[in-house]
């Protein structure tokens, strides 16, 4: 039952994402040493050491095209194993039934194991800026209510105390 559940999902996956295939066709083309040797450069590269990717093209003597393909083959799966999408094993399904060889699916694998908790912790560290980017939004806004406050206050208190409001600048 497990086995037909993954199949299904596999040819679910393939029929909703048409670039995949193209990407899977991209890849095929590349001499599988050359796969082995590039693939996980682009990884560290693009992810780890933010290189401009197109600058990869020149260091990794490929063309743009394939840097891209590369690098949208990279994320997908990673965000697919982090989101708890697909598995492992959904992933060498999918590579199998678009023809890529044994070698390239072996690459991709390891790629993804090898960096996993590596991009598990960059999700957790891009998480953790876009909250720390809204708490000082939030923090902004809150002066500003508490400055308002204060001028309101200011302003009740010199009325109670008998002394002349003060003259209203909207009027």
Known sequence: MDELFAALLVDEMIKQVPPFKYYMREISKMPDADFE??????????????????????ILDVTPNLVSVMISVTRTFMNDLARG?????????????????????????????????????????????????????????????LDTLTTISDTFKKIVEGSPAPDNPYQ
């Open 37 to 58: 040797s590039k693939f996980p450069l682009v990884f560290k590269y693009v992810f780890v050491e933010r290189v401009d990717p197109e600058k990869l093209p020149k």
């Open 85 to 145: 999408t697909a598995t492992e094993k959904m992933i060498v399904d999918l590579c199998k039934s678009s023809g890529l060889s044994d070698s390239k699916i072996d690459v991709i694998t390891k790629d993804l194991i090898i960096n996993s908790e590596f991009w598990y912790k960059t999700l957790m560290f891009s998480n953790t800026q876009d909250a720390s980017s809204v708490l000082e939004d939030i923090k902004i806004q809150n002066n500003q209510i």
